[in-house]
């Protein structure tokens, strides 16, 4: 069968890998992907936001079945259109996506089917948001409502933050039409768990948990970033919580969204936080987390097309999903500067024995058989092990591998984890 996976970053890379393991895959396609990726599959510079594009070429070549996995295509009706188009897709339609591209529908369908998030209020008039914000308890979260590239949460810590924030959301626009709208909403604490899930809709498959490490620095210090390292499983994610996620969100949330005419088919991303009353929801992703994918996939003992076709049949419910029972971890080599200004262009050189790991590429390009770094988040080192330790003390001795002379890693990936387990 011809597959066609859509993206360009690290998380399309881990799952053209595993797409790569299918045996029933006879070729397997990347919409525009990357220097890395094209050593896994025919990369095709057409870009990720170009349905048009995305739609004409599965038509042309074919394509029997296609993945979607930026949130951007998915908001912009690319599985819609590539359905019209008569090609399966694994990912939401635009009206279920909306569950990520509207925070301010996210909001209300936790609070109209009683799912556990953060008190909020939602605000499209700047004067009333100001008013609110000298009243309500700090430090607060302002959300821009649409997508802002992961940029549009500030959490103020003082009233002037909030209010700065508002301004540059709704007065300077600083992201566009997204943040017209605005999310004010308590402020949570707690550590926080990524669960991302297959469901066809009406069954749902939480895979293993992870933990994101957000901050640039060690120490959760720095600048918000994509994400510079994950582990799986989350030692946070305990028996007990999983069932009550299961049970207070997981099923809720599909099932609303079942209700309100617009069922999620692909993955659906949970951004939880174990607070003291219990887990709530921080935000919902209609696909794959980037670098979450990076740890999950490898963990996946089952064939993930397998799985994807049950998702887009309706047959999820029939269809085993296996996980591994031990951990991995995923160091982000990073451009030095990152998520600020960075250079773009050094040579890169990939060890030649990965192993037993992965080496996912993010933001490179080939040229004459040689990577050249091409982005802000440039690898994804990820090993797999029996313990979480082992786990991490390999990804970081392949990551040592790397010749990367521009790059640079957080040295603490999986610290947190490890010591939540000894607790
Ligand atoms: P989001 O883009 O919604 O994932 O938010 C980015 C990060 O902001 C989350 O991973 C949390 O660390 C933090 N965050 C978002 N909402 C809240 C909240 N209500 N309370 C505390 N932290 C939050
Ligand atoms: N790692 C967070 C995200 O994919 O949104």
Known sequence: MKVLVVGSGGREHAIVKALKKSPEITELYCLPGNGGIARDAVCVPIGAKDIDGIVKFAVEHRVDYAVVAPDDPLALGAVDALNAAGVPCFGPRKNAAVIESSKAFAKELMHKYGIPTAQYRIFTDVGEALDYVKECPIPTVVKADGLALGKGVVIASTREEAEEAIKSMMVDKAFGHSGEKIVVEEFLSGPEVSVLAFTDGETLVPMVSSMDHKRALDNDEGLNTGGMGTVAPNPYYTEAVASEC????????????????????????????????????????????????????????????????????????????????????????????????????????????????????????????????????????????PTLQEAVAKAYALAGKVEFANGYCRTDIGRRALAAMED
Do not use: W
């Not at 919902?284 to 999950?296: A, H, I, K, S, W």
């Open 246 to 385: 299961m049970e207070r969100i997981f099923l809720p949330t599909i099932r609303a969204m079942k209700a309100e005419g617009r069922p999620f088919q692909g993955c659906l991303y949970f951004g939880l936080m174990i607070t003291k009353d219990g887990p709530k929801v921080i935000e919902y992703n209609c696909r794959f987390g980037d670098p979450e994918t990076q740890v999950v996939l490898p963990l996946l003992k089952s064939d993930l097309f397998t799985v994807m076709r049950a998702v887009t049949e309706g047959r999820l419910k029939d269809v085993p999903v296996e996980f591994d029972s031990g951990a991995a971890c995923c160091v982000i080599l990073a451009s030095k500067g990152y998520p600020q200004a960075y250079e773009k262009g050094c040579p890169i050189t990939l060890p030649a024995d990965y192993e037993g790991g992965e080496i996912y590429v993010a933001g490179a390009r080939e040229q004459d058989g040689k990577l050249y770094s091409d982005g802000g988040r440039v690898l994804g080192v990820t090993q797999t092990a």
